[in-house]
């Protein structure tokens, strides 16, 4: 099954050498990657860097698209490879000072319970954190997460399961529900 939608339209416009169109989707998903990168990556020098490179690499990719996939949702799976790969290039552990370090717009804009969240979710395997992002913070469905991270459905729902648990105990060692 082959989807048409205006970005399917603006794809084929940039395969038929009309290059300049394709500022029209970064103009479109720009703000939505960028923030995937920060949720994932809480730093915003690196989500703007990386923000770039998928743009780059969607382009370059773009005589592979399948017409059959959303743009939106092939644009994320790039992403989400690129944040998973920044991730494995980090230490494996939260450093206490985390808190501190969060970029301004979202510590001036999240409650201070929003933060401890989103420092329980930093806290997860980059596995586990991908499907919480993707989910709750992306608001991407099911089948559309599991287009990103190139996992079965089922297996999307499991991990989501796991990483709840995993949240609730990093929760309530915090005291969060107090």
């Known amino acids: 099954m082959i989807i048409s939608d205006e970005d399917h339209d603006i794809i084929r416009r940039v395969l038929n050498d009309s290059v300049n169109t394709y500022s029209l989707l970064i103009e479109k998903y720009q703000t939505p990657?960028?923030?995937?990168?920060?949720?994932?990556?809480?730093?915003?020098?690196?989500?703007?860097?990386?923000?770039?490179?998928?743009?780059?690499?969607?382009?370059?990719?773009?005589?592979?698209?399948?017409?059959?996939?959303r743009f939106f949702s092939w644009l994320y799976r790039i992403a989400v490879n690129q944040a998973l790969a920044q991730l494995g290039k980090r230490r494996k552990f939260v450093e206490i000072e985390y808190i501190h370090n969060l970029p301004d717009d979202l510590n001036e804009n999240t409650s201070y319970h929003d933060q401890k969240l989103s420092v329980?979710?930093?806290?997860?395997?980059?596995?586990?954190?991908?499907?919480?992002?993707?989910?709750?913070?992306?608001?991407?469905s099911y089948k559309e997460i599991a287009f990103a991270l190139d996992i079965p459905e089922k297996k999307v729902r499991s991990r989501l399961y796991d990483a709840r648990l995993q949240l609730k105990l990093i929760l309530d060692k915090t005291g969060f529900y107090s």
């Open 120 to 140: 329980a979710v930093d806290q997860l395997k980059s596995c586990y954190k991908a499907v919480v992002v993707l989910k709750y913070y992306q608001q991407l």
């Open 33 to 69: 990657v960028y923030n995937l990168f920060l949720r994932m990556l809480h730093d915003r020098n690196e989500a703007e860097e990386l923000t770039q490179v998928v743009f780059v690499k969607a382009y370059e990719a773009l005589p592979l698209f399948r017409f059959e996939y």
